[in-house]
C-alpha cells in the first residue's frame, strides 16, 4: 500500500534522511519511532508530498506521490502536526471549508464519521470550546472524510489523558478491523505503539536502524529481571555464559543457555540472588538498547 524508497533529506547542509526505506502492506499498522530530531516528521512530510526530498520516491498503491501527488494522495487521510481549525467557527463549519478544499463536501459522509468520532453532541459548538481530545478527535474526523484506504498519524495522541489514548487505540484498531485500513503513525507512546503495531521502524539521527515485528521481540535474545549482589561480581559470571548486562536490574542471555545454571555460578561466585525471573522483552526495551547503541541496525 505504501513504499517509501531511499529517501534522502538536508535542512541548511544538515542531513534529516539519509537513505531510508520501508514498505507497508495492505491493512497493516505500521509505527514510526525515534527521538525528536530523528527524521519522522520529516518522511511523513514526503510521504504527503509537502516535504521534496532530495533523493528517493514515495509509492501509494503504485503511484509516485513525488510524480502525481494528487493522484496519489486520493486514497490517504492525515493528521500532520498540530491540527489547525478556525475557532470563532463551529466544528461541523470547519469540516464543510476544509472538505472544500479537496474535492467537495458530503454531508451524509460527515455526519457518519462524526457519530464514529463520538463528536455528535458537540459539533454545532465553537471549536474554542473544545478540549484538546476533541480537537483531535474532528482532526480524524477530518482525515476520515475522504474514505481513505491509508492514514497517516503525527503524533496523534500526544496530550491526551489515559483515557482518550484508549479511545484513541480501540478506535484505529477498529478500522483496521472494519474496513482493512491500513495506518501509518508516530509517537513517542511505545507502550501504546506495542499495542497497536504490527510493525515498527526506528529511526536514528535520519537513519533506519531498526525495522521487524513488535510480536517477535519475544522470540529475540531472552531478557531477565534481576536483584543481585553484587553487580560488580555478578557481570563477569553472566557474560561468561554469552550474556550481557542491559542496565542494572535487567540482563539477556543467549537462548541455548539454561537460566538455572547461571544461577548456581553466580551463588558459587559469592553472588546473593535474591530475584532472577524470566521477562517478556518490551518495545521499550528494544528501543532502548537501539538508542543506547547495543541494538544492531537492519
Known amino acids: 500500500m505504501l513504499e517509501a524508497r531511499e529517501l534522502n533529506k538536508t535542512f541548511g547542509g544538515k542531513p534529516a534522511l539519509n537513505n531510508v526505506g520501508f514498505k507497508l502492506e495492505r491493512g497493516e499498522i505500521y509505527g514510526l519511532l525515534g527521538h525528536n530530531g530523528a527524521g519522522k516528521s520529516t518522511t511523513l512530510g514526503i510521504i504527503l508530498g509537502m516535504v521534496a526530498p532530495d533523493q528517493g520516491e514515495v509509492f501509494i498503491d503504485g503511484i509516485s506521490v513525488q510524480q502525481n501527488r494528487s493522484k496519489a494522495l486520493r486514497k490517504v487521510g492525515a493528521i500532520f502536526e498540530a491540527p489547525a481549525f478556525y475557532d470563532y467557527m463551529t466544528g461541523w463549519d470547519n469540516l464543510k471549508i476544509l472538505m472544500s478544499y479537496s474535492g467537495g463536501f458530503d454531508e451524509k459522509a460527515a455526519r457518519e464519521v462524526i457519530i464514529r468520532v463520538g463528536l455528535e453532541q458537540r459539533i454545532g459548538s465553537k471549536v474554542r470550546t473544545y478540549s484538546h481530545g476533541m480537537r483531535q478527535r474532528l482532526a480524524l474526523a477530518q482525515a476520515l472524510l475522504p474514505e481513505p484506504e491509508l ?9 491526551l489523558d489515559p483515557e482518550g489514548i484508549k479511545w484513541f487505540r480501540d478506535f484505529i484498531l477498529e478500522l483496521r478491523e472494519r474496513k482493512g485500513m491500513t495506518v501509518l503513525f508516530n509517537s513517542h507512546l511505545l507502550a501504546e505503539v506495542e499495542l497497536m503495531c504490527d510493525r515498527v521502524a526506528i529511526l536514528r539521527e535520519g537513519q533506519r536502524v531498526f525495522e521487524g515485528s513488535v510480536k517477535n521481540l519475544t522470540d529475540d535474545t531472552p531478557t531477565y529481571q534481576c536483584d543481585l549482589e553484587t553487580w560488580s561480581a555478578a557481570e563477569p559470571v553472566i557474560t561468561s555464559f554469552g550474556g550481557s548486562v542491559l542496565q542494572v536490574g535487567r540482563i539477556e542471555l543467549p537462548a541455548s543457555v539454561d537460566s538455572s545454571l547461571v544461577v548456581d555460578a553466580l551463588v558459587k561466585a ?5 530475584e532472577f525471573a524470566k521477562v517478556r522483552r518490551s518495545l521499550e526495551d528494544l528501543y532502548m538498547e537501539i538508542l543506547d547503541g547495543r541494538g544492531s541496525p537492519n
Open 270 to 274: 559469592g553472588v546473593r540472588v535474591r
Open 151 to 159: 492514514l497517516l498519524l503525527d503524533e496523534p495522541t500526544d496530550g
